[in-house]
C-alpha cells in the first residue's frame, strides 16, 4: 500500500508554505496524506532520506541547501534533473530513491497560464544558481530562440550553464530587445524587499518580467516593471505548479488545469 506520508526537506523552514499548497492539492485531488516540514542539519541530511524511506514515506520535497548534494542519495534520477544538477522531488516508491526536478515543469506552467510564449523567443536570466538552471533546462527544450544569463562571476557561470550565453550585468546596457527577463536571483525577497536586480530604466528592453520570487508577490523589480508598462508575472504560481508535479508523480494522477488554479486562488490567500 503507498505511504501517505509526506514532507519538505530543507536547513530553515519556518516560512515555507509547503505544508498548505500540498494540504490544498490533497484535499481537491480527495488524496490521502499527511505534510511535515523537516528541518535537517548538513551532516544529517543522508540518515534523513534513509528514515523517511524506512517510514514508508510516499514522498519528499527538497529545498535549500540540500537540491544537489541530496542527489548522491538517489537509486535513480530523472533526466531534467540530472541536466539541472537539483532534485526537488523524491518518489519513493518500490523501496528506492527516485528524484525529479518539478521546478521545471512549474516554471513552465507559469509561463503558459502568464500567457508568455517560450518557442522562437528570447530571455535573459539574471542570476546563474540552481533556479536558473531550471529555467534555462525548460526554456531550452520548449524551444527558446535565445537565452542569455546575467552573472557576477561569468566563468563559474559558463560552467555550470552549457549552452546559455553568458554576460556580465554591465553587458545588459548593450543588448538589443530581448522578450523576457526573469530574476533568478533572491533580490527583493522578504525581508530585504527594496532591492531589486535591475534599474528601471534598463526595463525598457523587455515585453515582459517574471520573478521567481513570491514573497513578496509585488517585488520592487516588478513593480517597476509594471511602471514601465511590461508584463509583471511573480513566482507564486511557480510555486504551486511545482507542488502540484510533485503530487503527480508521487500519486501516479494527473491533475485538471482548473484544479490547479483553484489551489493556487487558495494560497493566494496566505499571502
Same mark, same amino acid.
Given at each position: $500500500?503507498?505511504?501517505?506520508?509526506?514532507? !519538505?526537506?530543507?536547513?530553515?523552514?519556518?516560512?515555507?508554505?509547503?505544508?498548505?499548497?500540498?494540504?490544498?492539492?490533497? @484535499?481537491?485531488?480527495?488524496?490521502?496524506?499527511? *505534510?511535515? #516540514?523537516? @528541518?535537517?542539519?548538513?551532516?544529517?541530511?543522508?540518515?534523513? &532520506?534513509?528514515?523517511?524511506?524506512? #517510514?514508508?514515506?510516499?514522498?519528499?520535497?527538497? +529545498?535549500?541547501?540540500?537540491?544537489?548534494?541530496? %542527489?548522491?542519495? %538517489?537509486?535513480?534520477?530523472?533526466?531534467?534533473?540530472?541536466?539541472?544538477?537539483? &532534485?526537488?522531488?523524491?518518489?519513493?516508491?518500490?523501496? $528506492?530513491?527516485?528524484? *525529479?526536478?518539478?521546478?521545471?515543469?512549474?516554471?513552465? $506552467?507559469?509561463?503558459?497560464?502568464?500567457?508568455?510564449?517560450?518557442?522562437? /523567443?528570447?530571455?535573459?536570466?539574471?542570476?546563474?544558481?540552481?533556479?536558473?538552471?531550471? &529555467?534555462?533546462?525548460?526554456?531550452?527544450?520548449?524551444?527558446?530562440?535565445?537565452?542569455?544569463?546575467?552573472? +557576477?562571476?561569468?566563468?563559474?557561470?559558463?560552467? +555550470?550553464?552549457?549552452?546559455?550565453?553568458?554576460?556580465?550585468? @554591465?553587458?545588459?546596457?548593450? !543588448?538589443?530587445?530581448?522578450?523576457?527577463?526573469?530574476?533568478?536571483?533572491?533580490?527583493?525577497?522578504?525581508?530585504?524587499?527594496?532591492?531589486?536586480?535591475? +534599474?528601471?530604466e534598463l526595463l525598457s528592453k523587455f515585453d515582459s518580467a517574471v520573478d521567481l520570487i513570491y514573497n513578496p508577490r509585488r517585488t520592487l523589480f !516588478?513593480?517597476?516593471?509594471?511602471? /514601465?508598462?511590461?508584463?509583471?508575472?511573480?513566482? !507564486?504560481?511557480?510555486?504551486?505548479?511545482?507542488?502540484?508535479?510533485?503530487?503527480?508523480?508521487?500519486?501516479?494522477?494527473? #491533475?485538471?488545469?482548473?484544479?490547479?488554479?483553484? &489551489? *493556487?486562488?487558495?494560497?493566494?490567500?496566505? #499571502?
Amino acid at each position: $500500500m503507498k505511504g501517505t506520508l509526506y514532507g !519538505l526537506l530543507g536547513e530553515r523552514l519556518s516560512h515555507s508554505i509547503s505544508p498548505q499548497i500540498h494540504s490544498a492539492i490533497m @484535499e481537491l485531488s480527495g488524496t490521502k496524506g499527511c *505534510y511535515h #516540514l523537516f @528541518e535537517v542539519e548538513r551532516q544529517s541530511l543522508s540518515d534523513a &532520506v534513509r528514515g523517511l524511506k524506512a #517510514l514508508g514515506a510516499a514522498g519528499a520535497n527538497v +529545498t535549500i541547501p540540500y537540491k544537489s548534494s541530496v %542527489m548522491e542519495h %538517489m537509486d535513480y534520477i530523472s533526466a531534467e534533473a540530472q541536466r539541472i544538477g537539483a &532534485v526537488n522531488t523524491i518518489d519513493f516508491s518500490g523501496g $528506492m530513491c527516485h528524484g *525529479y526536478n518539478t521546478d521545471y515543469y512549474g516554471f513552465e $506552467m507559469m509561463l503558459k497560464r502568464a500567457g508568455i510564449e517560450i518557442k522562437g /523567443r528570447s530571455f535573459l536570466l539574471l542570476g546563474t544558481g540552481g533556479a536558473a538552471k531550471a &529555467v534555462a533546462a525548460c526554456l531550452e527544450d520548449f524551444g527558446s530562440s535565445r537565452i542569455l544569463a546575467a552573472s +557576477t562571476n561569468q566563468q563559474k557561470a559558463k560552467e +555550470t550553464l552549457s549552452g546559455v550565453e553568458i554576460i556580465d550585468y @554591465e553587458g545588459i546596457k548593450a !543588448l538589443g530587445e530581448i522578450d523576457t527577463v526573469v530574476n533568478c536571483t533572491p533580490l527583493g525577497m522578504h525581508p530585504n524587499t527594496e532591492s531589486s536586480p535591475l +534599474t528601471e530604466e534598463l526595463l525598457s528592453k523587455f515585453d515582459s518580467a517574471v520573478d521567481l520570487i513570491y514573497n513578496p508577490r509585488r517585488t520592487l523589480f !516588478l513593480t517597476q516593471a509594471s511602471k /514601465r508598462g511590461l508584463k509583471a508575472i511573480d513566482g !507564486l504560481y511557480m510555486l504551486v505548479g511545482q507542488a502540484v508535479k510533485a503530487q503527480e508523480i508521487w500519486n501516479e494522477m494527473k #491533475l485538471e488545469q482548473k484544479m490547479v488554479d483553484e &489551489v *493556487y486562488e487558495r494560497v493566494k490567500q496566505l #499571502l
